[in-house]
């Protein structure tokens, strides 16, 4: 059974059928939202049964659309947080990820502006590696960008798409060693972006980005993981009652190959790691439970099977 | 743009220029100081790195009066003064109650203001100066070039006299002889610099 992620939109009226249907089919719902009168339900389904929902869901008015990004947490990397590079392009950016069901973060540089001032100090370093992938967001000069790109990557593990000022091909020829993507033609702009052809230029991103993160998704595949992260959020969802007080909006946060829990450390870890996820199986066996860098968060990351000889 | 008589971007990466274009005429739109510029010559050298703004600035000799923004009906006894904008309320009510004393100024609404037993007339009232633009301009004016300007470029120097502005910025410590390059850049808009 494959599990795709999906979105679906609908009204709020029994759209508890909804969700009953996608657990029974053995899916997971990732992220609910109520907006109104409409909710918008972030999940994975068995491929198969797409057909099922969308015919359960015809009388409500719901709609299933792919969406790629779900079960992704993306660190939109920006260069500061100044009015240069804020509220465009950066959130716009941060934002239509968001629209495709990423959990997008947007981590900005104490040092990241200018040429030769442009530094990248170990907490951020730390912060990037803990997503999936980093999209850095850079200047119009090419002459900057192959300047402070060295600096700027040093250290990171995570797959990198890269958007600056220049055509595509000029980046590809002055960043060496070359980075997973590249977006040509999208570096610093003043005005918000919705017209056609800037829109254009968003879905590009998107595209560059589901393409790095299927390249990941298959790699993953080539060693499968110990368990799957949305299976690990039901689970600690069930388990530990106390992340239902938490406010803020994703207390779980799924990644590709782990799990945000925005608990403390200190209290939580030890429980998390004692958590059974299946007969006799503890968490901790199958997942290392590791301190974050942001704030006192928990970081999951799940063991591929070749590494617990298990997979449950 | 056709405010402006002259609006150059110079940089050695052509699209790299481009892009400042637009930057260009986005912020300076968003802060409406098109009407203020008549030429502007902006160039940008990322290898060195040096952003250098130079321009001539248009002169504004409009102040805005109290008759401007809010009409005055004389009553017997007093005087009803009917404001349509409320941007310059405030100082205008600063000047009322520093000319007449607070006693004799009333505010019942936003957009009403009553002048009891005030000596004067209202054509004097409507003729009250209440803000002048050209003051807050060479602020503005750094500012936006603040924003223009690549990030990170925090080391400046600026003249900003009443007819010309120069507006220099770089990471590194600026070169001794940049006025020779202020200079050539007047030049291009046919004008010497202040």
Avoid at chain 1, 273 to 292: F, H, M, N, Q, T
Avoid at chain 2, 129 to 156: M, T
């Amino acid at each position: 059974m494959t599990l795709v992620p999906v979105t679906y939109k609908g009204g709020i009226y029994q759209h508890d059928i909804i969700i009953d249907l996608i657990e029974d089919l053995g899916g997971y719902i990732i992220q609910k939202h109520i907006i109104a009168a409409e909710v918008v339900l972030q999940c994975f389904v068995p491929r198969e049964d797409i057909d099922l929902i969308r015919e359960v869901s015809r009388p409500l008015f719901g709609e299933v659309t792919d969406s790629p990004l779900v079960g992704t947490e993306i660190a939109i990397v920006s260069m500061s947080l100044e009015i240069h590079h804020l509220p465009h392009p950066s959130c716009d950016i941060a934002e239509y990820v968001r629209r495709l069901g990423a959990k997008s973060n947007m981590v900005s540089l104490a040092r990241g502006p200018g040429k030769r001032i442009a530094g990248l100090n170990d907490e951020e370093r730390d912060v990037i590696n803990e997503h999936d992938i980093a999209v850095y967001l850079l200047g119009n000069f090419e002459t900057c960008i192959e300047y402070k790109m060295p600096t700027l990557r040093r250290g990171i593990e995570v797959p990198i798409v890269l958007c600056g000022g220049p055509a595509i091909d000029v980046l590809r020829k002055i960043i060496d060693p070359p980075v997973d993507g590249y977006v040509g033609n999208v570096g610093r702009f003043m005005r918000r972006t919705k017209e056609a052809d800037q829109l254009d230029k968003m879905d590009e991103i998107i595209a560059e980005i589901t393409r790095v993160l299927e390249k990941k998704r298959d790699s993953i595949a080539k060693d499968p993981l110990s368990v799957s992260p949305a299976r690990l959020m039901g689970v600690i969802h069930e388990k530990v009652p106390e992340i239902l007080d938490v406010t803020s909006p994703t207390p779980l946060t799924v990644q590709m190959a782990g799990l945000r829990v925005k608990l403390p450390y200190d209290t939580f870890a030890e429980r998390l790691r004692k958590i059974e996820v299946e007969d006799g199986v503890p968490l901790g066996e199958i997942a290392e439970v590791l301190p974050s860098r942001m704030r006192d968060y928990i970081l999951v990351r799940v063991l591929p099977s070749s590494e617990t000889n298990m997979v449950v | 743009m056709l405010a402006i008589e002259y609006f150059e971007v110079e940089c050695p990466e052509p699209l790299g220029a481009e892009y400042y274009r637009q930057i260009t005429n986005d912020v300076l739109l968003d802060h409406n100081l098109l009407k203020v510029v008549s030429k502007l010559h902006v160039f940008i050298d990322p290898k060195v790195p040096v952003f250098i703004a130079t321009g001539i600035l248009r002169k504004i000799t409009t102040v805005v009066r109290v008759g401007d923004f809010a009409n005055v009906n004389p009553q017997e006894g007093k005087m009803t003064l009917v404001i349509s904008e409320e941007t310059y309320l405030a100082p205008m009510l600063k000047i009322f109650w520093q000319r007449f004393g607070k006693e004799k100024v009333e505010q019942p609404d936003r957009f009403t203001v009553i002048l009891y037993d005030v000596p004067a007339q209202p054509r004097e009232i409507e003729e009250i100066v209440v803000a002048d633009p050209s003051e807050s301009l060479h602020k503005d004016l750094i500012y936006a070039f603040r924003c223009i300007a690549p990030e990170g470029f925090r080391l400046r120097t600026e003249i900003f006299s009443k007819e010309k502005f120069i507006f220099v910025a770089s990471e590194n410590t600026l070169a001794e002889d940049i006025g020779g390059v202020v200079r050539e850049k007047f030049a291009l808009m046919g004008e010497v610099p202040p």
